[in-house]
């Protein structure tokens, strides 16, 4: 019977020190966002596939589908931001703003060639819905970098970028639509050759078409606002680096600039996202650890106009960072290896349940072993210490 | 922090032109030659390494950030599928890659090609071009002597690079159909790009300069 050992493609199995390492994690994310008073949300992990697709129908093809009774198509959750856009719109529409939610899920995506990420994954992340000003990016942005710093990681990098820039620079130059759609997907995949020559194209002045070929590479620290500001003559772009400013300096009061580079090259899924936008980074690791940003339409694609902004983190891709930075991530505590010899099960369970009261990971020997015995079981148990009742 | 840059570099044709180009920024390394049995070839002074690896390797290595930038083809990019950035184009290693056909036995139009066999390198490639046009056929991947398809009846066309056309007229082949042209990029991974922004950057510019 070939096969039945075999999990599907794409999907993985956590042994126990993974999944106590995925755990721990988890603990300490959920508990940073309950401090900054996120409330968690947990959605069906199957939603319509109308609703799952309702910013961006070419998402389709990526996503696990499957038949109701019905005959209904359904889908697995690729992320969690559309069904709490879902889930706010039709069940807390009257909850006070801003609501702020938190969620910790497996979420699917059929693709294959993915660095770092299997067809199902874990994200933990929040949305903060109700509320546009900059204040709330940068409260995004500070429970992002504060999230990379207790999950254990020494060096990482977050670089913010503004999709309203690029948007203004190609309206200055009144592009069509179908222009500023191969643009901004050149641009997201920085395919700067590509770029180059679809701007070589158009026949701009020759001003024009440098700014929209710089755009990749405006990175560096808050100095190329400055660089960015002397390459677009538009309200739109403008306001965008005044945003990305504002942005930065409550970032400097919450103490996490110094992880912050600045990115104009970052427009994210450009059909959703409106607003600041930004991936993390850490060295040696080949993909982004989180990312998120403003998506002020998608509650209107449900029947509501709410602004909104958010980030997931990717679960496996920082455990794995922390592996590669040296991070031991075993978060296995093995205290005490409790045995005991013929006649003492009573005194045995009576002691095994004090100490675990006292906080201790306790495992009770489930039969009455010789001393040598229990020394064995111990060491291959990798516990710490043996307890043993003669 | 890992300061180095390692630049993946293909064997092959372009591993000369590449090397050659780098070494006028003084972007080198003692012992970077084709041949060399090390594996890594490290300038410790210059902060660079230096891997070589079969051609469609590089997109591979980037995209993992093993490599933090390549040289490679543009039709290898494309086949690879790879999720990596294209930042420069550096005009030499031009070929395009096309259909080509048995000059006996050619056919009117395209669309009378549909559902026959075609061998090729570069299935993906073929595989869109084909079906951007409606069209299905059954791909039979090579790994060498495309041209042998059709001459011994393994298939009815090839999709494959051409430089010159010699090796096309030698074996009584004629290109049928132009699919795209291609070139060596400089690539670089999404986080080696960011994180490793000014070095890069300044690379890049200064390639430009000689190109």
């Not at chain 1, 409330?39 to 109308?50: A, C, K, S």
């Not at chain 2, 051409?162 to 690539?187: K, P, Q, S």
């Amino acid at each position: 019977m070939a096969g039945i050992l075999e999990t599907p493609y794409g999907t993985r199995d956590f042994l126990p020190r993974e999944a106590a390492a995925k755990r721990a994690l988890e603990t300490r994310l959920a508990k940073l966002f309950a401090e900054f008073g996120y409330e968690e949300v947990v959605t069906p992990t199957m939603e319509f596939l109308e609703t799952l697709t309702v910013s961006d129908k070419a998402l389709e093809p990526n996503l696990f589908k499957m038949f109701d009774l019905q005959n209904r198509t359904l889908a697995l959750h690729h992320e969690m931001t559309t069904p709490i856009a879902r889930l706010v719109v039709s069940r807390l529409k009257d909850a006070p703003l801003p609501l702020k939610l938190s969620y910790n899920t497996s979420v699917f995506r059929f693709r294959q060639n993915q660095s770092g990420r299997q067809c199902e994954f874990y994200q933990a992340g929040v949305e903060l819905l109700g509320v546009s000003n900059a204040f709330a990016d940068a409260e995004i942005i500070a429970l992002a970098a504060q999230a990379l710093k207790i999950s254990g990681l020494k060096e990482f990098t977050i670089c913010l970028g503004q999709v309203e820039f690029a948007s203004g620079l190609m309206e200055q130059n009144n592009l069509p639509p179908d222009v500023q759609t191969k643009i901004k997907s050149a641009i997201e995949r920085h395919d700067i050759v590509g770029l180059e020559k679809i701007v070589d194209a158009l026949e701009l002045d020759k001003a024009a078409a440098d700014s929209l070929k710089k755009i990749p590479k405006l990175h560096g620290g808050i100095e190329i606002l400055d660089a960015a500001r002397s390459l677009a003559d538009n309200e739109k772009s403008q306001r965008a680096l005044d945003n990305l400013a504002e942005i930065y300096a409550l970032a400097q009061t919450y103490g996490v600039a110094d992880k912050i580079a600045f990115d104009l090259g970052i427009i994210r899924d450009f059909e959703y996202y409106t607003g600041m936008v930004f991936e993390a980074y850490a060295p040696d690791v080949g993909y982004s650890l989180a990312g998120g940003g403003r998506y002020d339409h998608m509650l209107k694609d449900f029947g509501l106009a709410c602004p909104a902004t958010g980030f997931a983190v990717g679960i496996e891709r920082i455990l794995t960072a922390c592996e590669r930075q040296g991070i031991s991530n075993d978060a296995r505590a093995k205290n005490i290896y409790l045995s005991y010899g013929e006649g003492n099960v009573d005194a045995a369970i009576k002691k095994a349940l004090e100490l675990r009261a006292a906080g201790k990971v306790v495992e009770l020997s489930l039969i009455a072993q010789t001393k040598d015995a229990a020394e064995k079981s111990c060491a291959a148990k990798g516990y710490a210490e043996l307890m043993y009742l003669e | 922090m890992n300061d180095f840059i390692t630049i993946a570099l293909p064997k092959g044709k372009l591993f000369g032109l590449s090397t050659e180009l780098f070494s006028k920024i003084g972007w080198t390394a003692d012992g970077l030659h084709e041949k060399s049995r090390k594996l890594v070839i490290t300038n410790d002074a210059a902060r660079l390494k230096f891997i070589i690896t079969k051609t469609a390797d590089v997109p591979t290595y980037v995209e993992y950030g093993a490599a933090d930038i390549g040289v490679i083809g543009k039709d290898v990019i494309d086949e690879s599928g790879r999720d990596v950035y294209e930042l420069l184009d550096l005009g030499f290693g031009k070929c395009h890659l096309m259909m080509a056909v048995p000059k006996d036995k050619k056919r009117a139009r395209l669309e009378d090609y549909a559902h026959t066999r075609v061998a090729t390198k570069f299935p993906r490639i073929a595989e869109k071009f084909f079906a951007e046009r409606g069209m299905q056929m059954e791909y039979i991947k090579l790994n060498g002597s495309i041209e042998l398809g059709p001459i011994i009846g393994l298939s009815e066309s090839i999709v494959d690079i051409v430089e010159t056309g010699t090796t096309l007229r030698e074996n009584n082949l004629e290109e049928f159909a132009h699919i795209c042209d291609a070139t060596a990029r400089l690539i670089a991974n999404r986080v080696s790009y960011r994180l490793k922004f000014d070095r890069i950057n300044n690379l890049v510019n200064k390639l430009e300069k000689f190109l």
